[in-house]
């Protein structure tokens, strides 16, 4: 089963190891009635697919509760800023609930980038050995919501580990960078 977890400011228990970071960024005019995956979000979040929420299986993951995951595609836990961790084994449809919840995030004006760990590791390390570091941080805290998927799943190296710590720790405290 998928394991619970909490929003940052403890108002949401939501199951599902994702995190949804939230920054405070900018977000971007787009047509609301975009149909078909036609709004430039869509291709900008760069989702690895297409998944809907009316596609989840939540009979396969009793544990998880149906009204959590429905009240977390209201986006409201995106206006007020909170965090949204999912945690479980592989299998369990995070990514799915990323997705659906990613895609609904942009169906409701709101900017998203999906990236997985590893690749956001990478990005902050190679940023760090070019010497434009801020500016990749900056890019980063554009969106409203960021998708880290598969969070915990490869080690890093330890001044990539570092350097991803720093970075979540400015924007839990609010530092845009």
């Known amino acids: 089963g998928v394991e619970g977890a909490e929003a940052r400011d403890g108002s949401v228990d939501t199951a599902a190891g994702h995190q949804m970071q939230i920054d405070c960024g900018d977000t971007r005019a787009r047509s609301r009635g975009a149909t078909s995956g036609a709004s430039p979000w869509q291709e900008i979040a760069q989702f690895p697919f297409v998944r809907e929420l009316d596609g989840f299986d939540f009979d396969a993951q009793l544990s998880l509760d149906q009204r959590q995951v429905r009240e977390l595609a209201t986006c409201r836990w ?54 434009c570091l801020e500016k990749q941080l900056t890019t980063l805290s554009r969106p409203k919501l960021l998708i880290i998927d598969e969070l915990g799943y490869l080690p890093f190296e330890a001044n990539a580990a570092h350097l991803f710590l720093s970075w979540c720790r400015g924007v839990m405290s609010g530092d845009r960078s």
């Open 78 to 131: 995106i206006a007020r800023g909170d965090t949204v961790l999912f945690l479980g084994p592989p299998g369990t449809g995070k990514t799915h609930l990323a997705v659906a919840l990613g895609r609904e995030a942009i169906r409701q004006n709101h900017s998203v980038q999906f990236v997985t760990a590893a690749t956001l590791v990478a990005m902050l390390a190679k940023a760090h050995d070019d010497g």
